[in-house]
């Protein structure tokens, strides 16, 4: 991985998506990368399914520089950690709404295991495939086994965790997708996490 202490650190957002695995993570931010005019300065791929991406570009008419994580959840990135959660200014926590197990995981998994190494982590609770939400296609013996987690509940938690916000996307939907980051590089001029969670919705 690209060394974080390099003298244009100080400047770059240093954004990490962190979830189950199938949640959505990858698909999200390669919709975010892939349909918006940004440059991408260097890109890393673990086998472990650690991804990094230094990328430059305006987002809603502001030039950012900004380090995109993604980190999953295979026990071979547990030495990779300690790093990348004590440096990220931001954490993006991601499940899928079809899944209740992922969202369950959020709570027992993925914010305890951030803040064992920044008890101080700035959060977005992010639902992600929220198409899955309305989806026509399913069969009835689909939705029988499926437990789809209610934009309430995902709101509810994000206040629990103290998140800034709870949002749903879709990677049908980009400026759905582009809302999450928007929100996320904006979060490092904001003094400390609100305690009552905005809410915002696109599908
Ligand atoms: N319907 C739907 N499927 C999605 C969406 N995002 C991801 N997927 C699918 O979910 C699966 C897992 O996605 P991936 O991005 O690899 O998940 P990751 O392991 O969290 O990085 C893939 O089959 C994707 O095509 C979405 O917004 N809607
Ligand atoms: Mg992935």
Same mark, same amino acid.
């Given at each position: ?69 993604? *980190? ?5 990135? @547990?030495?990779?950690?300690?790093? /990348? ?5 931001? %954490?993006?926590? !991601? ?65 629990? *965790? ?5 949002? @749903?996307?879709?990677?049908?939907? /980009? ?5 999450? %980051?928007?929100? !996320? ?19």
């Amino acid at each position: 991985m690209e060394e974080l202490a390099d003298t244009e650190d100080l400047d770059r957002t240093r954004i990490v998506i962190v979830g189950d695995s199938l949640v959505g993570k990858s698909s999200m931010l390669n919709a975010f990368l892939t349909r918006n005019e940004l440059t991408i300065i260097t890109r890393e791929r673990k086998p472990t399914n650690v991804h990094t991406f230094d990328v430059r570009g305006t987002i809603d008419g502001v030039r950012h520089h900004m380090l995109l994580v993604e *980190i999953g959840d295979d026990d071979a990135n @547990e030495k990779d950690r300690p790093r /990348i959660y004590s440096t990220a200014h931001v %954490f993006i926590v !991601a499940f899928a709404i079809h899944e209740k197990a992922t969202f369950k995981n959020v709570i027992s998994k993925w914010v305890p295991q951030v803040r064992e190494h920044q008890p101080d982590a700035r959060f977005f609770l992010v639902g992600l495939q929220s198409d899955r939400r309305n989806a026509t296609e399913l069969l009835a013996s689909d939705l029988e086994l499926i437990e789809i987690t209610e934009f309430k509940e995902g709101l509810n938690l994000a206040k629990k *965790i103290k998140a800034f916000q709870y949002m @749903e996307c879709s990677t049908q939907i /980009i400026a759905a997708v582009n809302q999450i %980051f928007s929100s !996320a590089l904006q979060v490092r001029q904001m003094k400390k996490p609100a305690i009552k969670s905005k809410t915002c919705t696109m599908y």
